[in-house]
């Protein structure tokens, strides 16, 4: 199966401070990655839609300048949180779909915990 | 306003009930709805529900779709500690988007 894995998991910084989050798709190519957070006890709200080597396509609300999306490579997707604040401590899950797949084969990261002081 | 809504939102039942968990929208124009099931990380994909009245199956976990009444159902027979979860629905919208919107879920608890 298709794996996705997130670095890291779990990560406490300081308010000000800029935190970078990696989405890697292990074993296929993911050509479309997604990046989702979840605050506690709601679901998971879409942040960004990044497809190799453009530039990501931001939703209603978010802001583009504070969440930094990288999508440089077909196996690597980076979400940087800049100048972060503790209003931005959240559950932060990339998903990611392959070429040629189906729509509903989205495969979900394990999620990065942001913590900030 | 949520366009896609689940209730209950938190369930407690004890082992061996069945539970049905429901999922309603209101968006009329899309292409499939899906369940995952969260546990302490990210969403497992379940079932993928495109036509209306054609039911899904999965060992114990089974799902439908009603594209009149614009909702669809989980239901989990014999539930289990493992059961313990939260479900979660979500809408694929039309062609050529792959964005999906999420309810907020059923919080599942199985107790012995």
């Known amino acids: 199966g298709a794996v996705v894995s997130q670095h890291p998991s779990w990560v406490i910084c300081k308010s000000g401070t800029s935190v970078k989050i990696e989405c890697r798709s292990l074993?296929?190519?993911?050509?479309?990655m997604f990046w989702y957070r979840q605050f506690p006890k709601q679901s998971l709200m879409l942040m960004a839609t990044s497809n190799e080597g453009s530039k990501a396509t931001y939703e209603q609300g978010v802001e583009k300048d504070k969440f930094l999306i990288n999508h440089a490579s077909l196996t690597l997707s980076t979400l940087t949180v800049t100048s972060a604040h503790p209003e931005d401590s959240s559950f932060y899950i990339c998903?990611?779909?392959?070429?040629?797949?189906?729509?509903?084969?989205?495969?979900f990261g394990p999620g990065t915990r942001l913590t900030v002081t | 306003e949520d366009k896609v809504v689940q209730s209950p939102l938190s369930l407690v039942v004890h082992e061996g009930d069945t539970v049905t968990l429901n999922c309603s929208y209101e968006v009329t124009n899309f292409r499939s709805l899906l369940w995952y099931k969260q546990e302490k990380k990210a969403p497992t994909f379940l079932f993928m529900l495109t036509s209306s009245g054609i039911e899904k199956k999965s060992g114990r976990l089974s799902s439908i779709l009603d594209k009149k009444e614009l909702f669809s159902i989980l239901n989990i027979t014999a539930t289990q500690t493992g059961d313990s979860a939260v479900y979660l629905c979500a809408l694929v919208p039309g062609a050529g988007s792959y964005q999906l919107t999420f309810g907020k879920g059923t919080k599942l608890s199985v107790i012995p």
């Open positions: 998903s990611a779909r392959g070429s040629g797949r189906s729509f509903y084969e989205q495969y």
């Open positions: 074993d296929f190519q993911a050509t479309t």
